[in-house]
């Protein structure tokens, strides 16, 4: 029994780009010809056929841009493909992102079936499962506040709980798990496996590679729209690790085209043995690379590294500015490394952003966005935003018995 | 979390049929028409627990509340009747008081302005659900058909109040007033359609619009009678569906006269013929809406 086919499918998205040489200075002529801008096309998916037996637990993985996103949107009909064709039976529920179907100004309750019949289900059939829902997120205090009020991980809670208890014959789930703590963490993965068990088709999307493995049957392996390999979650797995150009993933990068200056190569994370990964442990010895080529040479150079939380927030970075020093850059292939005795980045998953910059100057020289995914898995324990590298030392005042008295009273 | 002991272990498997879904290229064809209207019934508790939302939100932490629904309407009417009774002479219709004639004829309008007004940028304001969950979009553009229909309501026994203190009779002739709301909601429906799946990719609809209702507003008979048009512009005069249905719907409650099934015809077949190339322009826009919005 097949539920999900793609049968030779793509996507195409028209880019337009504002025409930048012969721009004039009039804003109308600007106008005009913004009216004719660049049409770039961009194939997201391209020529991509797989099926999804019943009860089959699906993974995509591959790095940012490979198309995995795209083939969720596709499934989840929230687009339709440029060619091709889609069969989808049974009812599918898709977790795009937790919590975007709420609404800030009505309740949680209200919301429970905003969401569920935007998921297509009967307002009775809501009813029937809102104890659940409501036990599952944890929130029966809250059912009737507003979920402006909400904390973010209430947000999330609910949002995970309302798709998982809906009872879709098909659940597409993307990098949900990325938020929330790590004990709601494992609940999602216990619910997942339950919903496996009872028949329901998963497709999972997720950068979190454990979670894949344990959830998956199989996993498909995406770049540039296409699908590369597919087969056991442990074999793709093992091929994505191995592929250096994951690690190194790159994106669509922006700088100043035309007189290329300088340009990244790549980011890459290694461990104290040297050894590429894309998983670490707060508090594990940690070292980035950025490999880049330079033409012309670049003095009062920055080269920075930012982190990005799931949701877009720059965390930190790493940037040679730190220092006040500004290294000039000399033509030809280059690579700095950033090392870190102990990461301080608590369990997560981190986006990031690679910069070379010009001191004083307003616009990158190059810059690559979203290059790598950085995930931090438990490590040295801690409570609170970040792990502080720390190190102690105890020392007590030796207490003698018959002076006690005199210690209180030195004189 | 204390309530792990009451998750179920077990998920009963939906006991509803499945349905095969074929999702392929965006095109036309009459049996897509129909699989999109079936999906759109299916689909009818998301327009009530939206529309129900609509109108909650909307009212909620004002401190008129609902009472805005009549607050709307009323003060139009005290506005337009000082000015076209004390300043300008502007005829009644019939012998009927003039703040009775343009408080119907507002109530109807109401219901277009309010609906065009909200619905217009009613895909574009949802955006962030378009991107990221799948539903029939024209749920949207109706669900604020619904909402000012519910304010067409609430503000309606307020024309009662108006008549019974003008003593202005009630008829049976009143209940034509069903079927011109029907007539209306088609015609509204078919713009709110349109106008909102335009505005996708064109937002020159929404900057265009508060001038074309008002446009709108002074080419329909609302704070003058229909009789006031001359004659020979009368023919094109009706080719706007609104004159025929706020007339007729003026006629029907005030007047305590039939309707006159020809501007009312005229009326409700430009609705009639509107509502389903509405709809099918409407489809052919969504199926690219999430890329484009």
Redesign the interface.
Known sequence: MIDLKFDNVSKRYIVRQEAAENASRHRIIRKIQSLRRAAREFWAVRDVSFEVKRGETLGIIGHNGAGKSTILKLLANITTPTSGEISINGRLSALIEVGSGFHPELTGRENIYLNGSILGMRRHEITEKLVRIVDFAGIQQFLDTPVKRFSSGMYVRLGFSIAAHLDPDILLLDEVLAVGDASFQSKCLQRISELKQSGTTIVFISHDLGAVERVCDRVLLMKGGRIVKSGSAREVINAYENDESQISGLLESHGLNGDEIAKIRSLSFRDSDGENRSVFKTGEPFAARVEFEVYLPVKDAIIDIIFYTPDGEIHCEFTTEADGEYPRITKGSGVIEFFCPELGLMPGIYHTDVRILQRGGVEAIHAKSRVTTLRVDPGKAGRGNFFMPQEWRLSQTKIIEESGVALLHRN | ?A??S?????????A?P?????????SFSPARLLSDLSVLS??R??L???SV?RV??RY??SILGVAWAIVQPFSLMLIYTLIFTFIARVPTSGNVPYPVMLYTALLIWTYFATTLTNATNGLVSHS????????PREILPLTYVVAALFDLIIASPVLLGLMFYYRVPLTFNALYAIPIIVIMTMFITSVALIFSAAQVRFRDIGMALPLLLQIWMFATPIVYPLSAVPERFRTLYMLNPMVGVVENFRRVLVEAAPPNFYELGISALIAAILLPLAYIFFKHVE??I??VI
């Open positions: 979390m309530s792990n009451v998750l179920p272990n077990q998920v009963e498997p939906s509803a499945r349905r095969i879904k074929v999702v392929g290229a965006p299916h689909y508790d998301l009530y627990t939206l939302h909650k939100v909620k932490q962030h659900l378009v991107t990221k969950v799948y539903f199926a690219t999430a890329d």
